[in-house]
Every structure is written in structure tokens, then in C-alpha cells.
């Protein structure tokens, strides 16, 4: 009995902080208007446009109810034109193993209260991390924080966290 409940899928929330983006890409004359796209499997979210800003704060969390943290969040970020098509100002993407990993691990140490640093994701080539970051455990959520650098673009990063909360949680 004790194993199916370690095996069975466990309901939860994903939520997806955009915090901001450094040195974005200028789309319009001098500047742009961007917004970031967040794609979950067949889920999308998007932020708010920030007009005529390289460094924007947008500080919005998304939550997506899902059964385990698995597959790869993609950001995608826009600059918004009122007369044509948006232009593509780079993507990211972060892959939940990580989280998922480190979602069994505070299971089987029955974490339930205070701060843990739980894994190590570090940065290279097959991600777009620009530095090293822990995956915690505080608050009864596993947490990511992440600085991602922007691919297909000239210059750009996202500073995102990805929180996860199992229904279950005690």
C-alpha cells in the first residue's frame, strides 16, 4: 500500500513568477514593449505588456493545476506592436526534473517545516541557466529560483521562480 502512494501521480500547483528581464532586445526604434508567454504543455499564460522598457518588472505568478512536475516550461517574450504581428524578443525554457527530483527527496526525508536546500541544478550548455541554482524546500513548497539567459536573440535574461505544492503536503 505504503509503495502504490509513493508511485501514484500527485496532484498539485505549478506556479510561475516572471520577476523581470535585464537588457532586452530593442524591437521598436529605441526601445520596446514586451510581454513574456508561459508555455506548460498545452497551458499558455501570458504578462502584462510593459511599454517602452529594456529592464522590465513584471513580478505576475501564474498557477497551472497539474498532477506532478514534469516536462519543460518555456518562456517565450514578445514585443508588442499595435499595427502588426508582435515581434520575438528570445525564448527560454527550465525543465521540471529538477523539481521533481527534489519533490521525492523532501517526501522521503518527510520534510514538512523549515528551510532545505535540496539539489544543486547547475548551469551549461543543455540549459538555459546563466548561474548555478538550488531547488528548496520552504513554506511547504519546493522552490526554484532561476536566471535564464535568452536564446535566439541578441541580448536578454529572465529572472523566473517555479514553485511547487503538492495538494497532499502536510
Same mark, same amino acid.
Given at each position: 500500500?505504503?509503495?502504490?502512494?509513493?508511485?501514484?501521480?500527485?496532484?498539485?500547483?505549478?506556479?510561475?513568477?516572471?520577476?523581470?528581464?535585464?537588457?532586452?532586445?530593442?524591437?521598436?526604434?529605441?526601445?520596446?514593449d514586451?510581454?513574456?508567454?508561459?508555455?506548460?504543455?498545452?497551458?499558455?499564460?501570458?504578462?502584462?505588456?510593459?511599454?517602452?522598457?529594456?529592464?522590465?518588472?513584471?513580478?505576475?505568478?501564474?498557477s497551472?493545476?497539474?498532477?506532478?512536475p514534469?516536462?519543460?516550461?518555456?518562456?517565450?517574450?514578445?514585443?508588442?506592436?499595435?499595427?502588426?504581428?508582435?515581434?520575438?524578443?528570445?525564448?527560454?525554457?527550465?525543465?521540471?526534473?529538477?523539481?521533481?527530483?527534489?519533490?521525492? +527527496?523532501?517526501?522521503? &526525508? =518527510? !520534510?514538512?517545516?523549515? @528551510?532545505?536546500?535540496?539539489?544543486? $541544478?547547475?548551469?551549461?550548455i543543455?540549459?538555459?541557466?546563466?548561474?548555478?541554482?538550488?531547488?528548496?524546500?520552504?513554506?511547504?513548497?519546493?522552490? +526554484?529560483?532561476?536566471? &535564464? =539567459? !535568452?536564446?535566439?536573440? @541578441?541580448?536578454?535574461?529572465?529572472? $523566473?521562480?517555479?514553485?511547487?505544492?503538492?495538494?497532499?503536503?502536510?
Amino acid at each position: 500500500m505504503e509503495e502504490d502512494e509513493g508511485r501514484r501521480a500527485r496532484r498539485g500547483v505549478l506556479k510561475v513568477l516572471v520577476a523581470r528581464g535585464t537588457n532586452l532586445a530593442v524591437r521598436d526604434f529605441t526601445s520596446s514593449d514586451p510581454y513574456v508567454v508561459v508555455r506548460l504543455a498545452d497551458r499558455n499564460a501570458k504578462t502584462k505588456v510593459i511599454n517602452s522598457c529594456l529592464n522590465p518588472v513584471w513580478n505576475e505568478e501564474m498557477s497551472f493545476s497539474i498532477e506532478e512536475p514534469a516536462g519543460v516550461i518555456k518562456f517565450e517574450v514578445f514585443d508588442w506592436d499595435r499595427f502588426k504581428y508582435d515581434d520575438k524578443m528570445g525564448n527560454a525554457f527550465i525543465d521540471l526534473q529538477p523539481v521533481a527530483a527534489a519533490t521525492k +527527496l523532501r517526501r522521503a &526525508l =518527510r !520534510l514538512t517545516t523549515g @528551510e532545505t536546500k535540496l539539489r544543486k $541544478v547547475a548551469a551549461g550548455i543543455d540549459n538555459c541557466l546563466l548561474s548555478d541554482s538550488f531547488v528548496t524546500y520552504a513554506d511547504g513548497e519546493v522552490v +526554484l529560483d532561476a536566471r &535564464l =539567459r !535568452l536564446r535566439d536573440v @541578441e541580448s536578454g535574461e529572465l529572472f $523566473v521562480t517555479v514553485k511547487w505544492t503538492e495538494a497532499d503536503a502536510k
